[in-house]
């Protein structure tokens, strides 16, 4: 069973950044790919970004590339995504999600594990 538990979320302004965490509970995530997702009320659970827990390959969406980074540290079973030049659209709840195997999916059913989710606000 993995669980997962988000955390760093919160009001920022327009440009400002934040970096949430995803503290992680399993025997080993060598062929785990994690990910971030972000969803706001009345509307589907979108992709953010994703990791390779073993060799750190990333992916991610367009909306965010070049602003958003996505690590990992393997010691602390925590995974990271420092957001930059935030905007009032990337305003959501963000939830952290795990699925075994290698493929760096975008999509939200590949993924079996999920967080409670963390709100960021995005003041304009």
């Known amino acids: 069973q993995v669980q997962l538990v988000e955390s760093g979320g919160g009001l920022v302004q327009a440009g400002g950044s934040l970096r949430l965490s995803c503290a992680a509970s399993?025997?080993?995530?060598?062929?785990?790919?994690m990910g971030w997702f972000r969803q706001v009320p009345g509307k589907e659970r979108d992709f953010v970004a994703a990791i390779r827990w073993s060799g750190g390959s990333t992916y991610y969406a367009d909306s965010v590339k070049g602003r958003f980074t996505i690590s990992r540290e393997n010691a602390r079973n925590t995974m990271y995504l420092q957001m930059n030049s935030l905007k009032p659209e990337d305003t959501a709840v963000y939830y952290c999600?795990?699925?075994?195997?290698?493929?760096?999916?975008?999509?939200?059913?590949?993924?079996?594990?999920w967080g409670q989710g963390t709100q960021v606000t995005v003041s304009s």
């Open positions: 999600a795990a699925r075994y195997g290698n493929l760096l999916s975008t999509s939200r059913p590949h993924y079996d594990y």
């Open positions: 399993a025997r080993t995530f060598s062929n785990f790919v």
